[in-house]
């Protein structure tokens, strides 16, 4: 079982290494196919050590430590997987959901003239991800967490010859260094109070309830802007300009829910620090309001998507942060099934279409693209949480929780189920304006020439839509609370859901019944409004406004970080290092020059004025060594 | 100890000095400056070996043969240069040959 856990880790990085070095000795569909094989084989190895694990029974994780690379003291860091339940999950999402990703990179991008980078980098991605899951200790999972920022910021980058991706990927990467920041610092608290970054320290014994929120708020900034909530959140939308593939495994299945395996991974501390963790579920229930809502206006099909991903996350951090760990994890799984599928789907349109997002511009996609239109209305019910649909067992789940954890719970609960009717009305907003239209033309519009459509593109992009499709549908079957629960009992182990999270079964059935008729209302209003056409959109044109400028979050960040930054710079420029570095050699040069000038008279050249300096030098040496004496 | 006081031989010598100085100073004639420098030189000899017999010590003395020395070196080094400048046709006139450039 560690074995495979080895295994997993390592393929992903061996397959990385062999594009980068093998260059352009190796086709662009061989590296293609290299970066594929790599991520099955280490979904292979998930797949092994979790049946290596079942058959231990759940709470025999292990530990396996290749080598200690940091030492100082009593303190000591190794690289060392841990192999538990938790681990097993995640690792068997991010390799089985990430192979299926890559599979269809290889349809998705063929042309490309970079192919052989894209792959490498996809599976760099893995690799990192595999390792932020698997550490055994805090200080290997701040790497794996770099590394994915590392790798996302490269793929949301990936065509920089886009002035927009490349800001894109920085913004990107600045957000996820901040979160990085406060994380380290959380280390740093950990380390001067526990001398240990083991997720099995005692937390109660070593730590202050000062130092345990500090470390707590810490490690949620991390989780924050990994997760892109609220108020870290603005660069997932914009980070839609890499590949549509890209955006399914980084943007949506694996990377941004790294925040709630993080919160499942160290809630003992959390637990701890109540207070902070009920923050996380705050922020978490803000998130989905807010993104939901902006997801209202979007137009730009993956936008739409990506806020969508920003509001199901949202529900993760609501059900992590209330302490219903499994059951964030648990939608943090039928999430990454549903909303790849999404993406991809979306992805097979992109394709069809050449490269145009805007959902406005996109006829004859109903007609031209059938099975792609099934796929994307199984992930948008998967999505809606419609039963038996995936997401209904694992969203309902959620809400329920809240509705248990007394009077803030219950102010969570009902912006979770406005969430749900939010849900409804955006996504198949996006369904019906992109799938339903039926003034669609029928021939390709003008401006399209018939040779830019691809159709549904070839089996590699079908079959991992095809097999997303199946797993949005039945995923959610191993988990029907509360009358069958393995999936909590499978992860109790390791993070076993608090009492305060666990609803009585009336609470749940209210509800998931409530949930469910809030989805459908919300798929109803949608009908009304863009499927039938036969009621006008309604308009509240300041509030649209707000909401199609993301709610001036950017705007807010540029007037209160960058604009003062960018004024304070030019001010030290002008004021600081201008006159100090910038003209000050030169000015010690030409000063220099001045004094030689005048010094070089006394250099006349003259025999006589030599001998004079040399006696008058005497006589003065002769008259002082007189007075002194 | 017979002879007049060291006070006249340290005239002599400052006399001297003074004379080789001030030939130095005014003088153009490379070749009258290089006689000057001699003369500055033996008034400085002078003064050493009446020190020298004042003091009843050789040390003095043998600091005179070591100025002997230089001097003899320095006027062929001198010489060997008015020489040059001469073969080179250039004014023998120090002021006119104040600058390193022939």
New interface residues.
């Given amino acids: 079982m560690i074995a495979g856990a080895w295994l997993c880790l390592l393929a992903p990085l061996a397959g990385a290494l062999l594009i980068t070095l093998c260059g352009t000795r190796i086709s662009r569909a061989t590296a293609g196919w290299l970066s594929t094989a790599s991520v099955f084989v280490a979904f292979a190895g998930a797949v092994w050590s979790f049946f290596g694990l079942r058959s231990h029974g759940s709470e025999h994780g292990a530990y396996s430590t290749a080598w200690t690379w940091l030492q100082s003291g009593s303190f000591h860091a190794g690289l060392q997987v841990l192999v538990d339940p938790l681990s097993t999950m995640m690792m068997l999402i991010v390799s089985g959901v990430g192979g299926l990703i890559v599979l269809y990179s290889i349809g998705y991008m063929h042309g490309d003239p970079e192919e052989r980078r894209y792959f490498a980098y996809m599976s760099l991605f893995v690799f990192s991800m595999l390792l932020l899951v698997e550490s055994g200790n805090l200080l290997l999972l701040l790497a794996g967490w770099g590394l994915v920022g590392l790798s996302s910021y490269l793929l949301i980058g990936f065509w920089h010859e886009r002035p927009t991706a490349v800001a894109a990927a920085k913004k990107a990467f600045i957000m996820n260094a901040f979160g990085d920041a406060t994380m380290a610092l959380a280390f740093f608290v950990l380390i001067a109070h526990t001398n240990s970054l083991a997720f099995t320290t005692d937390f109660n014994v070593h730590l202050s309830s000062t130092a345990t929120n500090l470390v707590a708020l810490g490690l949620l900034g991390g989780a924050a802007a990994k997760s892109a909530q609220i108020p870290l959140h603005t660069w997932l939308p914009d980070a839609m300009e890499g590949p549509t593939p890209v955006s399914a495994l980084i943007h949506a299945a694996t990377m941004v829910t790294a925040g709630v395996y993080l919160i499942a991974r160290t809630h003992p501390l959390f637990e701890h620090a109540r207070t902070v963790e009920l923050v996380a579920a705050g922020m978490g229930a803000l998130t989905l309001l807010v993104a939901g809502l902006v997801a209202l206006v979007q137009t730009d099909i993956k936008r739409v998507i990506a806020y969508s991903t920003m509001s199901q996350i949202g529900y993760m951090f609501l059900g992590a942060g209330l302490g219903a760990y499994a059951n964030g994890m648990f939608h943090l799984m039928t999430h990454a099934f549903f909303k790849a599928l999404l993406f991809m789907a979306a992805g097979v349109v992109i394709h069809h279409l050449g490269g145009e997002q805007d959902i406005r511009k996109m006829p004859g996609v109903r007609t031209a693209l059938p099975w792609t239109r099934w796929a994307f209305l199984v992930g948008a019910l998967a999505l809606v949480g419609v039963p038996p649909f995936s997401g209904f067992f694992s969203k309902d789940s959620i809400i329920a929780a809240a509705l248990h954890a007394h009077w803030y719970g219950v102010i969570l609960w009902v912006v979770a189920l406005l969430g749900a009717f939010l849900t409804g009305l955006y996504t198949f907003r996006l369904y019906f304006v992109v799938f339903a239209r039926d003034e669609a033309v029928t021939g390709p519009g003008p401006g399209h020439g018939s040779d830019g459509h691809h159709g549904e593109g070839p089996w590699t992009m079908l079959l991992p839509v095809g097999v997303l499709s199946v797993l949005a549908v039945v995923g959610g079957w191993i988990q029907f609370a509360p009358i069958w629960t393995p999936l909590t009992r499978w992860l109790e182990p390791v993070a076993r859901t608090l009492g305060v999270a666990e609803p009585t079964s009336w609470q749940e059935g209210v509800s998931s019944a409530l949930a469910v008729a809030l989805g459908l209302a919300g798929i109803g209003v949608a009908y009304a409004l863009y499927g039938s056409r036969s009621r006008a959109v309604p308009r509240l044109e300041a509030l649209q406004r707000a909401l199609e400028h993301k709610l001036y979050f950017d705007e807010l960040y540029d007037a209160i970080f960058a604009r003062p930054a960018q004024g304070l710079a030019l001010l030290l420029r002008d004021g600081f290092e201008g006159p100090w570095f910038v003209s000050t050699p030169a000015e010690l040069g030409e000063d220099t020059l001045v004094i030689a000038r005048g010094v070089r008279r006394i250099q006349t050249g003259l025999l006589r004025t030599y001998v004079l300096f040399l006696g008058t030098g005497m006589a003065v040496v002769a008259i002082v060594f007189l007075v002194v004496k | 100890m017979a002879g007049p006081s060291i006070a006249w031989y340290l005239g002599v010598s400052a006399f001297l000095f003074a004379t080789g100085?001030l030939g130095?100073?005014?003088r153009r004639n490379p070749l009258i400056?290089l006689l000057s420098l001699e003369i500055m030189l033996n008034g400085a000899n002078l003064a050493l070996i009446a020190f020298s017999r004042h003091a009843r010590n050789g040390a003095g003395q043998i600091f005179a043969l070591a100025v002997m020395a230089v001097a003899a070196s320095e006027v062929c080094v001198g010489l060997g240069l008015v020489v040059a400048i001469h073969r080179r046709r250039l004014a023998l006139d120090?002021?006119r040959?104040?600058?390193?450039r022939g």
């Fill in positions: 100085a130095v100073l005014i400056v120090v002021d040959l104040s600058e390193l």
